[in-house]
């Protein structure tokens, strides 16, 4: 089966650390762009970070720089979201996406658009 599946998701206190995977099915994650998104109850969904596929640079949203790492690891087929110094407004569903363009048009892409995406997996942030 072709399918994006996403892991490590939890309940933290402020301040603490959680580890986000992502791992591909049924395809090579190499050729792709691939990123995070994350969606709060209520809230738009927002664009996290993603690394890009041609040349590996990433992007970060302006909020997680400085406290959150996006990494691949080509040969297991997966991609990570480190999170630290983690804050209640972290607290969202945290889905990643893959597709073949690049990734200064990653983020603005609708969900529908998208070549693969994820089922999510929540964090909460709560003391």
């Known amino acids: 089966e072709v399918q994006l599946v996403e892991s490590g998701g939890g309940l933290v206190h402020p301040g603490g650390s959680l580890r986000l995977s992502c791992q591909a099915s049924g395809f090579t994650l190499e050729a792709y762009t691939i990123g995070w998104f994350r969606q709060a109850p209520g809230k738009e969904r927002e664009g996290v970070s993603c690394i890009n596929n041609s040349d590996g640079e990433e992007y970060s949203t302006d909020s997680v720089k400085g406290r959150f790492t996006i990494s691949r690891d080509n040969a297991k087929n997966t991609v990570y979201l480190e999170m630290n110094s983690l804050k209640p407004e972290d607290t969202a569903v945290y889905y990643c996406?893959?597709?073949?363009?690049?990734?200064?048009?990653?983020?603005?892409?609708?969900?529908?658009?998208?070549?693969?995406w994820g089922q999510g997996t929540q964090v909460t942030v709560s003391s």
């Open positions: 996406a893959a597709d073949l363009r690049p990734w200064y048009q990653f983020f603005l892409l609708d969900r529908g658009e998208f070549d693969y």
